[in-house]
């Protein structure tokens, strides 16, 4: 009886959080039309969020790139279809890699961070002083942040798939020997931009969504103490990765299921 | 004020390469090159079967691809698939008795229509049909035809 | 209400509820205009709360109070944010935004409320800072301040847009002897020369007494004793002479002894 009220009590505190996500993204998008007046605020934001993230996502571009190139490449020479290893990375990142561990890393990078800053932020008092200059944190504070997240995702995942075919290449045609003729004309020739392109683009649209909204509810929403804020980073990355995982089964489920 | 003009030069640097980076996506990795000169001539040819033909499946004379798939339609009254090409106008040549077949590149590959050119002294042009046609091969229905007559040989013997 | 003509806060049956916890419980305070007025009692009373009542950043349970002749709890949002302009609040930790300049600190209401030209913007705050004494430390960042400093440049923010009053929370906590000097004397001569009314909220007798001119005691939600620090002296409430002489011995209930031990410290401080 006990544990069931337990169970109870946490659905219900889940769900009264869930309310307050949701009335905070409103009051977020509200702030969108306020933001595009002050666009240096949303500026010095995409440099914090996403050009700061830019160096961890090259890197793991291009290393994710080289192993698709060579665990494909032994995958493929088996049945002699090594001329195939373009199409196989370039699917594989520009479909699912590329959206979901930019997004991955974005959460862990930039996600924490900004987690961190705005609890920080509460703690010290900053957002309350702010309300009583009668300035509104979440327009000044929090959407330019979000907006930010939101705009630099899909530039992150487009940048982490290019530099992850880069990587292919690296390894498929200057390491393995595989023509690098093949490599580019089946890849153009089995990659659609639309079915393949366009929904990667519109995957990391979402994830930046959910990523940033996320971070910016954790740090709001957090306890203002420093075990508060660190706790609230910690939920930042295991929900956001949660997150992008799940949305991404849905995702690939209603744009490539219907087909 | 220093700060904020590298700050926005890095922001500009970071918004023109994820651009950058979309457009090598679009044109380096996936066929949208290919299909950005969709000006071109068009011709349509009947099949009985297209098999696994989708629009922006390649058309290619002896492997050179010369144009696309721009759609595919069914014609209720001969019961057939009606399928439009554009092609590429640098290629104006080909004559009027060309065939049209559907191919598979490799064993279980793409589909794509192959042109054989005939001997005609005229050339296709917009809006022409090709009547000489044939259908995609469906591995089933090859397959089928094999063990039926395979059966047949083994109950006439 | 009628009485806001002298008084710019008037405080009527104020109840506030944390939970089931009872932070105030049905309490009325008139805050003279021209005055300083110093709310004190022991920590964990709600002084800050009170603070955050006036400012309507949170609501009361029941009753109701008025600044400058507004109800703030029912002030609509956009009214509540005008009001906020008119009144200044001074932080614990200062509150300042850890990303600014000294100077963009303080200039940062004027850029998001004022609309003034930069180059006005820049006197105003040189001004600003000149007042509290920090004209030379413009350039630092907030990190780099001493707690004293961090006070002193919140407060140049918050007397910026000229206010028509200013909170104090806790100005004095952790303060060494000298700059706990220089905020009494801040805090007085500005009153004095621009004409605010103060609100300081603080369990630091000593220094309170010195600059106030009216106090409120609060214990348990409840005003205890009021009146000027002389009168709270001599009260006749046995808790109240003790609160203000700070002696040790005496009907306290000790429900947060280390606070009490932090406030001896403080007194003991005070009278060498």
Redo the contacts between chains.
């Keep these: 009886m006990n544990a069931l009220q337990q169970l109870g009590h946490n659905a219900l505190v889940a769900l009264q959080r869930l309310g307050r996500a949701s009335l905070f993204l409103w009051a977020l998008l509200m702030g969108l039309p306020s933001l595009l007046l002050r666009l240096p605020l949303l500026i010095q934001q995409v440099f914090s969020v996403g050009v700061l993230s830019l160096v961890i996502v090259v890197v793991a571009g291009l290393f994710v790139g080289m192993v698709l190139g060579l665990q494909g490449y032994y995958t493929l020479v088996d049945f002699g279809a090594e001329e195939s290893l373009g199409v196989m990375v370039a699917l594989s990142l520009v479909r699912e890699l590329g959206p979901v561990v930019a997004a991955l890393l974005f959460a862990g990078r930039a996600g924490s961070a900004l987690t961190a800053e705005i609890g920080l932020m509460k703690a010290t008092e900053q957002l309350s002083g702010m309300e009583m200059m009668a300035v509104d944190p979440l327009k000044r504070v929090i959407a330019p942040r979000f907006f930010a997240g939101v705009l630099s995702m899909p530039l992150l995942a487009a940048i982490f798939s290019a530099v992850g075919v880069m990587g292919g290449y690296i390894a498929g045609v200057g390491l393995l020997g595989v023509d690098a003729g093949a490599f580019w004309s089946q890849m153009q020739a089995r990659v659609d931009f639309y079915e393949d392109i366009m929904n990667g683009v519109i995957k990391s649209i979402a994830f930046g969504i959910v990523v940033t909204w996320i971070a910016v509810f954790e740090g709001y929403d957090a306890v203002p103490t420093s075990e508060g804020v660190s706790r609230a980073t910690t939920r930042t990355v295991v929900y956001a990765s949660l997150a992008v995982l799940g949305l991404d089964f849905v995702l690939t489920a209603l744009m490539f299921g219907e087909v | 004020m220093q700060n ?1 003009r590298l ?2 030069t ?2 500009g ?3 023109v ?6 457009f ?3 044109m ?7 299909f950005a000169n969709v000006d071109g001539y068009e011709v349509s040819a009947q099949f009985e079967n297209i098999g696994g033909l989708k629009v ?1 499946s ?1 058309v290619s004379v002896g492997g050179v691809r010369i144009g696309r798939v721009s759609a595919i339609d069914f014609d209720q009254e001969d019961y057939e698939a009606v399928v439009t090409m554009t092609i590429d106008p640098k290629y104006d040549r080909l004559p009027t008795d060309t065939s049209a077949s559907i191919f598979t590149s490799g064993l279980l590959g ?1 589909q794509y229509i192959g042109f054989e050119p005939g001997g005609e002294e005229l050339f296709l042009k917009d809006g022409d049909q090709i009547t000489l046609t044939q259908s995609a091969m469906v591995l089933e229905q090859i397959i089928g035809q094999f063990i039926f007559s395979k059966a047949s040989e083994g109950a006439s013997e | 209400m009628t009485d806001t003509i002298d008084n710019l806060v008037v405080v009527r049956g104020l109840t506030f509820k944390f939970g089931s916890r009872v932070i105030f419980d049905g309490i009325d305070l008139d805050l003279q205009r021209g005055k300083v007025t110093a709310i004190m009692g022991p920590s964990g009373t709600g002084k800050t709360t009170l603070l955050r009542l006036i400012g309507g950043q949170i609501r009361p349970t029941a009753g109701t109070l008025y600044v400058d002749g507004h109800e703030v709890p029912r002030l609509p949002r956009g009214e509540l944010f005008e009001l906020r302009k008119r009144m200044g609040m001074l932080f614990q930790s200062g509150a300042l935004l850890t990303d600014l300049s000294v100077f963009d600190n303080v200039a940062f209401p004027l850029r998001e409320h004022s609309g003034l030209p930069e180059a006005m913007v820049r006197d105003l705050v040189l001004m600003k800072l000149e007042a509290v004494g920090l004209r030379g430390a413009q350039r630092l960042m907030p990190s780099e301040l001493s707690g004293g400093m961090a006070r002193r440049v919140a407060l140049a923010r918050a007397i910026a847009l000229d206010p028509m009053m200013i909170m104090y929370d806790e100005p004095f906590t952790g303060q060494d002897p000298i700059s706990m000097g220089v905020l009494v004397k801040l805090i007085r001569d500005l009153n004095a020369v621009l004409g605010l009314t103060s609100i300081i909220v603080s369990h630091d007798v000593a220094e309170t007494s010195a600059i106030a001119d009216y106090i409120y005691v609060l214990s348990q939600g409840k005003v205890v004793g009021q009146g000027t620090p002389e009168a709270l002296r001599e009260s006749d409430s046995e808790w109240v002479r003790q609160f203000m002489q700070g002696t040790p011995d005496g009907p306290v209930p000790f429900h947060y002894p280390a606070d009490d031990y932090a406030e001896e410290l403080l007194s003991n401080e005070a009278r060498r």
């Design positions: 904020t700050i926005e890095m922001v640097a970071f918004v390469a994820g651009i950058a980076a979309l090598m996506l679009a380096k990795v996936s066929n949208l090159n290919a922006l390649a793409e």
